[in-house]
């Protein structure tokens, strides 16, 4: 059975994350140990809240170490939410005193552009072409709730024989165009919480433990 460690670093309630894994058929251990987080087939990152908070309770459990060790070894983590934009160059949250990530991918994770904030509910996104997690639910909703999020995609497409190697970005939009999810080798992340999108969540889940 596949074997998925759900990170607990104290990033909120993860118990929905647990039962959500466990339904789609993983093995699921929630634990902030770093040999069963490095040795797990699937490493699930979660983060609500605070940009801020969720970094430094992520750092105070080793957590940077244990994604750069998976990820030079080619072993897939899954970022959820907050545990999506830690993944990036940093925040603007909290506004008074920006915040470096964990620069896997480049980009600032800045305030929503829209008229009601924060984005809450559920929302349709645009998958990239040849996506694996949306593959069957790429028409269907899922349940977003945050103000921040990256609106701005930079890091340079490869092209030529380097071309299929390029990371899979699929958008949604709250008053602008926002990065919903990224599929880039073994490393995965959504903004919307795929444990609470319903059927549509369990099956990205679904399709993500299948791959590990």
Same mark, same amino acid.
């Given at each position: 059975?596949?074997?998925?460690?759900?990170?607990?670093?104290?990033?909120?309630?993860?118990?929905?994350?647990?039962?959500?894994?466990?339904?789609?058929?993983?093995?699921?251990?929630?634990?902030?140990?770093?040999?069963?987080?490095?040795?797990?087939?699937?490493?699930?990152?979660?983060?609500?809240?605070?940009?801020?908070?969720?970094?430094?309770?992520?750092?105070?459990?080793?957590?940077?170490l244990v994604?750069?060790?998976?990820?030079? %070894?080619?072993?897939? &983590?899954?970022? +959820?939410?907050? /545990?999506?934009?830690?993944?990036?160059?940093?925040?603007? #949250?909290? *506004?008074?005193?920006?915040?470096?990530?964990?620069?896997?991918?480049?980009?600032?994770?800045?305030?929503?552009?829209?008229?009601?904030?924060?984005?809450?509910?559920?929302?349709?996104?645009?998958?990239?072409?040849?996506?694996?997690?949306?593959?069957?639910?790429?028409?269907?909703?899922f349940y977003?709730?945050?103000?921040?999020?990256?609106?701005?995609?930079?890091?340079?497409?490869?092209?030529?024989?380097?071309?299929?190697?390029?990371?899979?970005?699929?958008?949604?939009?709250? %008053?602008?165009?926002? &990065?919903?999810? +990224?599929?880039? /080798?073994?490393?995965?992340?959504?903004?919307?919480?795929? #444990?609470? *999108?319903?059927?549509?969540?369990?099956?990205?889940?679904?399709?993500?433990?299948?791959?590990?």
């Amino acid at each position: 059975m596949t074997r998925v460690v759900v990170f607990d670093y104290g990033s909120g309630n993860v118990r929905s994350a647990v039962r959500a894994l466990e339904h789609v058929g993983a093995q699921v251990e929630l634990t902030a140990d770093r040999a069963a987080a490095l040795a797990a087939d699937g490493l699930f990152v979660p983060g609500v809240g605070n940009f801020h908070a969720c970094l430094a309770g992520l750092r105070a459990a080793g957590g940077p170490l244990v994604i750069e060790y998976r990820l030079s %070894g080619g072993r897939p &983590v899954l970022g +959820v939410c907050v /545990g999506m934009q830690v993944l990036f160059d940093g925040s603007d #949250e909290p *506004s008074d005193r920006p915040q470096q990530g964990l620069g896997e991918w480049p980009g600032t994770v800045a305030r929503l552009h829209a008229e009601v904030v924060p984005h809450m509910g559920w929302a349709t996104v645009q998958p990239a072409a040849d996506t694996h997690l949306f593959a069957g639910v790429e028409s269907e909703r899922f349940y977003f709730v945050h103000s921040y999020a990256v609106q701005d995609w930079t890091m340079e497409q490869p092209t030529g024989v380097f071309a299929a190697v390029a990371p899979k970005v699929t958008w949604a939009e709250h %008053g602008a165009p926002f &990065v919903a999810a +990224v599929e880039n /080798g073994p490393l995965s992340a959504t903004q919307f919480h795929p #444990e609470k *999108s319903g059927d549509a969540g369990l099956a990205l889940l679904e399709n993500w433990v299948r791959s590990l």
